[in-house]
């Protein structure tokens, strides 16, 4: 018999702050140099082509600025078998690499691609004219933080899992902060950070609780495994999404040092599952959330469904792979690896299909409706 323990996460604080894009100095102590990236675990765009990589293996935070490169028009993307274009330009076989993570500037669009080579060294990619670029990381204009308590090193889960690879498990930039979840050292491991940036030492914890409905019961011990920051009915939240899989709401005006809050279960969207990446979309004025799984097809959710959900789930899903909560729609996307917003309107992902070919393209417009 499986057993579980409740689930709380440490929250780095505080929320509250300037909007950073209005800030002149974001750069002014970045260096130019080696950052000493050891692994590209997570990114996510701030300001003025600031991209952040989150570094599991060395615990940090590392701000690249890429706003050198020049605009592409990524609007017709579509790269085939891209897997091997990426194993043929780092001279090597598809099996020695794993793409970690996708991010898209928001300020133009290009596309950015991280890949863990076999040999140990994290690759950064970018997408240009349809193929791809390698991004140097041993001289580039940068700042960095190191975590506060991250999950140890040699660390393992009940199955003997290194757990090290969830200290940061996503990571978002919300008004002058870089929010991230991920394992910590601590009882309750699982954590969320506010970090200030430009990055300062300050790192302040408070805890947080969820109800994990396939599970039946509370839960302590596992990271946020993706996560946005949003507006609902006219005020910040996070919506965040949990393994085997719990979605879950967190006001942010409620969340302060030193106290504990819990959650709101308002989705129970099947066992079995992971959530991979969360995004929110608009067309024709509705708002969207699309969710990529690893074990089920891209789902949609409407936020005013969302919004009209005013409970929360506190009682088991005892059918195994069932869903309950807020309704969502199943579209025909299906192994979706990696997916990120393109514009305010469209989205891109990464994805299998059914003869095994590796596509990079943007999702259709058309099922956003």
């Not at 993307?77 to 500037?105: C, F, P, R």
Request: aromatic letters at 8%; one cysteine or more; proline letters at 5%.
């Amino acid at each position: 018999m499986k057993t579980y323990i409740p689930f709380v996460f440490l929250l780095i604080f505080s929320f509250s702050g300037n909007i950073a894009n209005a800030d002149p100095s974001l750069k002014s102590n970045f260096t130019t140099g080696d950052p000493d990236i050891i692994a590209i675990n997570k990114m996510t765009f701030g300001p003025e082509g600031i991209l952040f990589i989150g570094d599991s293996k060395s615990a940090q935070i590392v701000a690249i600025d890429v706003s050198n490169h020049p605009k592409v028009d990524n609007s017709k993307v579509k790269i085939e078998l891209l897997d091997t274009l990426i194993a043929d330009l780092l001279g090597t076989s598809v099996d020695q690499i794993q793409i970690t993570d996708m991010a898209v500037n928001p300020e133009n669009n290009n596309i950015y691609i991280s890949v863990h080579h076999g040999s140990g060294i994290p690759i950064l990619l970018r997408v240009e004219n349809n193929t791809l670029k390698q991004v140097p990381l041993d001289s580039i204009s940068h700042s960095k933080t190191t975590l506060i308590d991250p999950v140890g090193v040699e660390t393992e889960d009940k199955r003997g899992r290194k757990l090290r690879k969830w200290a940061v498990a996503d990571m978002k930039y919300s008004s002058g902060k870089v929010l991230l979840s991920g394992l910590s050292n601590k009882e309750f491991a699982s954590t969320f950070r506010a970090i200030d940036f430009p990055f300062s030492k300050k790192q302040n914890y408070g805890s947080l609780e969820i109800y994990h409905a396939a599970h039946g019961q509370y839960e302590t011990h596992a990271p946020i495994k993706t996560f946005i920051t949003t507006n609902i009915k006219g005020s910040s939240h996070i919506i965040a999404g949990y393994t085997c899989t719990p979605l879950v709401i967190f006001p942010m005006d409620k969340i302060k040092p030193g106290t504990h809050q819990k959650g709101r279960t308002v989705a129970e969207l099947g066992s079995g599952n992971s959530p991979v990446d969360m995004i929110e979309v608009e067309n024709e004025g509705k708002r969207y959330l699309l969710i990529a799984n690893n074990n089920r097809p891209l789902m949609k959710m409407e936020f005013k469904d969302l919004e009209a959900f005013d409970g929360s789930l506190t009682t088991p899903v005892t059918k195994k792979g069932a869903a309950v909560g807020v309704a969502y729609v199943n579209l025909p996307f299906v192994n979706v690896q990696q997916l990120d917003k393109l514009g305010d309107k469209d989205f891109l992902i990464i994805k299998r299909e059914a003869d095994g070919n590796l596509v990079l393209k943007t999702g259709n417009r058309w099922w956003i409706q």
